[in-house]
């Protein structure tokens, strides 16, 4: 099996969880899957890293994003993994 092109990591801590990573990991399921890229993307859950007044807190390869809500992920997710500006 080859190594996925892309790692996106969800803190999946109780602070980030309840601030919008619960929704946000189901709008990454959903994009991975209608844009056809779900093989080329690991989505991986992480315990807290102790940024929590930052959250929620994703990673998208090696960039770390804050205070990302439901409705500012596809537009990120859109640039990071399809180009689009």
Request: proline content about 5%; some cysteine.
């Amino acid at each position: 099996m080859e190594a996925p092109e892309t790692i996106i990591t969800v803190c999946m801590g109780s602070s980030c969880f309840s601030r919008g990573n619960n929704l946000n990991t189901e709008i990454i399921e959903r994009f991975l899957r209608d844009h056809d890229i779900a093989v080329r993307v690991e989505l991986r859950g992480c315990l807290c890293g102790g940024r929590c007044k930052e959250g929620p807190v994703i990673e998208i390869g090696k960039e770390t994003f804050f205070g990302i809500q439901p409705g500012m992920l596809p537009d990120l997710l859109a640039h990071k993994l399809l180009g689009v500006l």
